[in-house]
């Protein structure tokens, strides 16, 4: 071999092996990605999950809920708008990592999925049109026509009530939008969500009757086989209520400090 040929191959071997190392350099520089925690909500719940009319982002108590248990957990969080009675099958088929729904903690739902400690507590309450004075409680919707959402306990307590014709809708605005129309004699839904019907304008029609409907507590759900997530979501919200970011999400969307 030659001497000229020598020095070719060597200078060659140089070249490649400085193109190697700033190629690896380059590679270390790179963030590493964030991981993502999808979650599952059907959002046209207000004020816990509903789409912003201006922005269109997500927002709602639990939409900062998450975002807050998120933060502890170092995890970006990502909202998967999803239909409420599809809200399991998505988590079981692993579309979805966890679903913050104000979902009611039931044992026939507990046999499916794991809840986390209960993050609120809610009741069942009755809208009626506002020039309605014959129904007045829960015993008074016997025979009536009731809406309510599809998947709810709402839904599964007005089954329950005699003779009442029950209708079923995919959304809580829907079935406002029925008894607004004079399809429906009541709606039976979540406290907090009539509530905040009422004092976003539906008060004009509309009015809340009869006490409380039994006590609810919402939890977070996770699959069964992810025991670790569980545990993480349990401790991040532990967290977020011991340094008082629980209590400012909770006044934000309620008005109020949490009993």
Known sequence: ????????IVLALFVLTVGLTGCGGSQQAQPAAA????????????????????SKD??????????????QMGVEVQIVNTAFDGLIPA????????IASAMTITDERAQKVS???????SGLSIIVKADNNDIKAFKDLEGKRIAVQIGTTGAEAARRITDAKVREFNSASEAFLEL????ADAV????????????????????LVGEVLSAEEYGVAVTKKN???AEKINKALEDIKQNGEYAKIYEKWFGRKPQ
Not at 1 to 8: A, G, I, N, R, Y
Not at 180 to 183: C, T
């Open 115 to 121: 809840f986390s400690q209960p993050y609120y507590k």
């Open 227 to 229: 025991t670790e997530l």
């Open 180 to 183: 607004k129309a004079g399809g």
């Open 1 to 8: 071999m030659s001497k000229k040929w020598l020095t070719f």
């Open 188 to 207: 039976v839904n979540d406290l907090p969500v009539n509530e905040y019907y009422l004092a976003k304008g539906g008060s004009k029609d509309a009015k």
């Open 91 to 98: 988590l079981e088929s692993g579309q979805i990592d966890v």
């Open 58 to 71: 997500y927002v709602g108590f639990d939409v900062d809920l998450m975002k807050a248990i998120g933060k």
């Open 35 to 54: 991981k993502v925690l999808k979650v599952g909500a059907e959002a046209t719940f207000p004020p816990f999950e509903f789409q912003d009319e201006q």
